[in-house]
Nanobody, 122 residues
Framework: QVQLVESGGGLVQAGGSLRLSCAAS????????TGWFRQAPGKEREFVAG????????IYPDAVKGRFTISRDNAKNTVYLQMNGLKPEDTAVYYC???????????????WGQGTQVTVSS
């Protein structure tokens, strides 16, 4: 059973930066994908970034492309989301998720963390 724990959220002013972390434990897969998602009050959960198990391939939606960067450190079993140039519309609870197999658009994820709050003030 995979457990994922997010951290690094907080309050930041518009234009500022935050780095989120997703620490994993209990993984038994050799090939897997990790994604970051966010959900704001009254809105649907949306995909933010994805990365494959080696870190060679990444996926970003247009809303965050050029501002957010996903990376991983497998020695620490941790995936990061570096967020620069934050905007008020980035305010949401951010979740990491993981699933067996390759990274591709619109794939499903099996395990989810509890989330970390990111609030961007104007």
């Amino acid at each position: 059973q995979v457990q994922l724990v997010e951290s690094g959220g907080g309050l930041v002013q518009a234009g500022g930066s935050l780095r989120l972390s997703c620490a994993a434990s209990g993984r038994t897969w050799s090939t897997y994908a990790t994604g970051w998602f966010r959900q704001a009050p009254g809105k649907e959960r949306e995909f933010v970034a994805g990365i494959n198990w080696t870190g060679m391939y990444t996926i970003y939606p247009d809303a965050v492309k050029g501002r957010f960067t996903i990376s991983r450190d497998n020695a620490k079993n941790t995936v990061y989301l570096q967020m620069n140039g934050l905007k008020p519309e980035d305010t949401a609870v951010y979740y990491c998720a993981e699933g067996y197999g390759p990274l591709f658009r619109d794939r499903k994820y099996d395990y989810w963390g509890q989330g970390t709050q990111v609030t961007v003030s104007s």
